[in-house]
């Protein structure tokens, strides 16, 4: 079974900090990884994804990376901005079952002014 | 476009009553699923829809059952509720033709409240 794990649980951090979000999966054997955004109360939001045969990609702000080989990926945030708190959810899809997506339990992240 | 949609965003319910989740997305995808999601626990998946027609148990099916009405409905039915089942559900969906390079989309959620 896919586990997914999210370090850190929580992180709080001044205005204009750059962090580092990370996730890592036990089994390499993946279609995608996912990173979301989650507001209070809301939905989730995709925000990058990356395929099993790419290293990284951006978004404005944010850059993503994928090591499939050691089962670990990291969101990058730049510039963090009070807008950027929410919960960010990392999800991997294996493609046993089609889009199924195995989820961590979130880093849940806040950006104080 | 809406979206992923779902009625109803709250409802309590008493042990042992019934309910219906409706989900609906216009964006033409063939998957669908139905998450939920716990304090402390990531999302976890109770069924899901590979195409029109077909329906498949996820990790945690027991209790529920879906029924996937045409290429934009599921439904997700609790025939009798307990307060286990309370929990935040979500609906998402995906083309799926291009498996690796697609992303999911997700509704705003169900809070569900059984006493």
């Known amino acids: 079974k896919q586990e997914v794990t999210q370090i850190p649980a929580a992180l709080s951090v001044p205005e204009g900090e750059n962090l580092v979000l990370n996730c890592s999966f036990t089994d390499s054997a993946i279609y995608n990884l996912q990173w979301f955004r989650q507001d209070p109360g809301k939905g989730l939001t995709s925000l990058l994804l990356?395929?099993?045969?790419?290293r990284e990609q951006t978004s404005g702000r944010l850059n993503a990376s994928l090591d499939k080989s050691s089962g670990r990926s990291t969101l990058y945030i730049a510039a963090s901005q009070p807008g950027d708190s929410a919960t960010y959810l990392c999800?991997?899809?294996?493609?046993?079952?089609?889009?199924?997506?195995?989820f961590g339990r979130g880093t849940q992240l806040t950006v104080w002014p | 476009n809406a979206g992923v949609t779902q009625t109803p965003k709250f409802q309590v319910l008493k042990t042992g009553q019934s309910m219906t989740l409706q989900c609906a997305q216009d964006?033409?995808?063939?998957?669908m699923y139905w998450y939920r999601q716990d304090p402390g626990m990531g999302l976890r998946l109770i069924y899901y829809s590979a195409s029109e027609g077909t329906t498949d148990k996820g990790e945690v099916p027991n209790g529920y059952n879906v029924s996937r009405l045409n290429k934009r409905e599921f439904s997700l039915r609790l025939e009798s509720a307990a307060p286990s089942q309370t929990s935040v559900y979500f609906c998402?969906?995906?083309?799926?033709?291009?498996?690796?390079?697609?992303?999911?989309?997700f509704g705003p959620g169900t809070r569900l409240t059984v006493l």
């Open positions: 990356i395929q099993s045969s790419q």
């Open positions: 964006m033409n995808h063939n998957s």
């Open positions: 998402a969906s995906i083309h799926s033709d291009r498996v690796e390079a697609d992303t999911q989309y």
């Open positions: 999800a991997v899809n294996r493609g046993s079952t089609l889009g199924r997506l195995y």
